[in-house]
């Protein structure tokens, strides 16, 4: 299922509505937010309305920031971290505050996909796999903004006007 991946949105509307519409041309079926969604003052109130109207196809993780939200969104907001399946891939999926490659036990092939660092990164070592998209709105790394697109073991880093970064193939 073709999936993307973003982080860290600290309200800001403007580059959640590019790469919302990159979502929607890309035909992406997923979006998976690793966090950080809303801070109030900059864009919070329709930055929580976009993501309200995309709850069903929306799996969002709790970012640090997340604390006071909960009660104004009209979706689920996961604290910690969730293993899914991208294909058959394990895949672990978290904000980084809590959880990240120093204290998650990840088995060979497993693949991490953490937000919070504002910097992203595709890279295997050891035999695991591990991700970030960096942030949509605030990047600490020489992009205006970054965000993942997964189809077909393959994960593609885009940098907000959707050129071409990096991309990772999953081996099987």
Do not use: A, Q, W
């Not at 993307?4 to 600290?10: G, K, L, V």
């Not at 009209?74 to 891939?89: E, P, S």
């Not at 809590?98 to 504002?118: P, V």
Request: aromatic share 12%; glycine share 6%; net charge negative.
């Amino acid at each position: 299922m073709k999936t993307m991946i973003i982080s860290d949105i600290h309200g800001y509307s403007k580059n959640l509505k590019k790469v919302l519409d990159v979502f929607y041309k890309e035909g992406c079926k997923r979006l998976i937010i690793l966090g950080d969604l809303l801070t109030p003052g900059s864009d919070y109130e329709e930055v929580k309305n976009i993501l309200n109207n995309f709850k069903f196809s929306l799996l969002c993780m709790k970012g640090n920031n997340d604390g006071y939200i909960f009660n104004e969104l009209d979706f689920n907001v996961i604290d910690g971290y969730l293993n899914i399946k991208l294909d058959n891939n394990n895949v672990y999926i978290t904000h980084g505050n809590k959880y990240n490659r120093n204290n998650l036990d990840l088995k060979s092939g497993d693949i991490l996909i953490s937000g919070h660092t504002h910097i992203s990164c595709m890279y295997k070592e050891n035999n695991k796999y591990y991700l970030n998209p960096g942030s949509i709105s605030l990047p600490r790394d020489n992009t205006d903004g970054s965000y993942i697109i997964y189809e077909d073991n393959k994960f593609y880093l885009y940098d907000i006007d959707n050129n071409l970064l990096n991309c990772l193939i999953i081996d099987k």
